[in-house]
């Protein structure tokens, strides 16, 4: 690992190896600007590029990701090379010290905008468990399952950054012993914890991206929290799946983590017991699997641990799916693996797979007990990823609170 002059520890989850960006404001300077989180501070990327005369000035001193992000590969990596720089010869301190922020005195933005969004459902421990719970006389897998990534398009307008007060959302819900609908706030609303992805570089209509070209126009990683109004998403999600029982909110990560810093993560994904398509056929690419150790937390009481790298459906093939049709991307896409549940009870991303749909519910450390969401419940997910040195580098954390209903 590149030591850093700064006093941030080796250790550090937001050391040298990270470097993740966001967009941030402060008292004394409201104007939205990109910065790198460093140790407990945030670094003005702009400023220090303006300082130093660097040639990547006019992306890294725009109001949000989406320039740097258009920018491609090859600039992705001469930009955190340069900030690497900064950080570690001690030439660049003048420059640098002046323009760090305690990361406590920051508020954090969403840091790009959000083009398209896209969930998927890349579990199979996931898709059983829901399987079974929504569809107790059939194949908890759908026939489709093991062939293909299974998705839907979200509602990108209604992705919100961490810290985003949950209004919890009202709805038609209709439970099977109900003779009719009934509308009315959320009974059973509910978190589901993923890994989302962020497309920098486009492409044109018409072209896919294979499998190899991944890690040329995914920019980075983020943690998401696909919010979830079971009621009303049992009642409506047949024949066209998901639809308001997800669109009134998706919660996302302030920091987006570099792939470059996730070198130490990749891992080969399960074993693939359909043989895909030979668009899908992974065998003989990189490893798409990502080793992320996800925590979810209830009210600071932890409820899950869930582990990534147990996901059957990587990244890349999500991005060589969602394009083999010809459809194009836009900077500042963003898919979702879906909600990530391991084998164990522990180890599920969903208190509908936690609680099995409120048969099982989890006890807090105060002694109450959760079916599913309550107003004022507050759930935060965190994750680590192997990082240089036998070091861990941490994700931004994603959190939220519910609110009560506004209808
Ligand atoms: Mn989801």
Request: with cysteine; charged share 20%; hydrophobic share 35%.
């Amino acid at each position: 690992m590149t030591s850093t002059w700064l006093p941030v520890a080796a250790d550090h989850p937001f050391g040298t190896g990270n470097l993740p960006y966001g967009v941030f404001t402060t008292t004394e300077d409201p104007s939205p600007r990109i910065g790198v989180a460093i140790g407990d501070h945030i670094l003005d990327v702009g400023a220090v590029a303006q300082a130093t005369g660097s040639d990547h000035t006019t992306v890294l001193s725009a109001a949000n990701l989406n320039p740097l992000m258009a920018a491609g590969r090859p600039v992705w990596t001469t930009v955190r090379a340069e900030i690497t720089a900064w950080l570690t010869d001690t030439a660049y301190r003048p420059h640098v010290q002046p323009n760090l922020t305690p990361r406590q005195d920051a508020a954090l933005h969403l840091p790009f905008t959000v083009a398209d969004y896209v969930d998927f459902y890349a579990s199979e421990h996931h898709a059983r468990n829901i399987g079974r719970i929504f569809r107790p006389d059939g194949e908890p897998l759908t026939p489709n399952w093991k062939h293909l990534p299974i998705g839907y398009h979200g509602r990108s307008g209604t992705v919100v950054v961490s810290g985003t007060a949950i209004a919890r959302p009202s709805g038609q819900r209709k439970a099977p012993t109900d003779a009719a609908p009934t509308y009315g706030p959320s009974l059973r609303l509910d978190i589901e914890a993923e890994v989302g992805f962020v497309v920098g570089t486009p492409t044109t209509l018409g072209t896919q991206v294979p499998l190899g070209a991944f890690r040329d126009h995914v920019f980075g990683v983020c943690l998401v929290n696909d919010w979830s109004a079971r009621d009303i998403q049992a009642w409506e999600y047949v024949p066209l799946g998901p639809f308001l029982g997800k669109s009134f909110a998706t919660s996302v990560s302030p920091w987006i983590t570099p792939l470059d810093a996730l070198a130490h993560a990749w891992t080969e994904p399960p074993p693939r017991d359909v043989e895909p398509l030979p668009y899908l056929d992974d065998r003989t690419t990189e490893p798409g699997g990502l080793d992320l150790a996800i925590e979810i937390a209830l009210n600071g009481h932890t409820v899950s641990r869930p582990p990534f790298r147990t996901m059957y459906w990587t990244a890349a093939q999500q991005l060589a799916h969602m394009t083999v049709n010809g459809a194009s991307l836009r900077t500042g896409d963003l898919y979702a693996s879906g909600t990530v549940s391991g084998p164990d009870v522990d180890q599920r991303g969903a208190l509908i797979e936690i609680t099995w749909n409120g048969r099982d519910p989890v006890k807090l450390s105060d002694g109450s007990t959760r079916a599913y969401l309550d107003d004022g419940d507050e759930v935060t997910v965190t994750a680590t990823a192997p990082g240089p040195d036998n070091t861990r580098i941490a994700l931004g954390e994603v959190t939220g609170r519910i609110v009560p209903t506004r209808g």
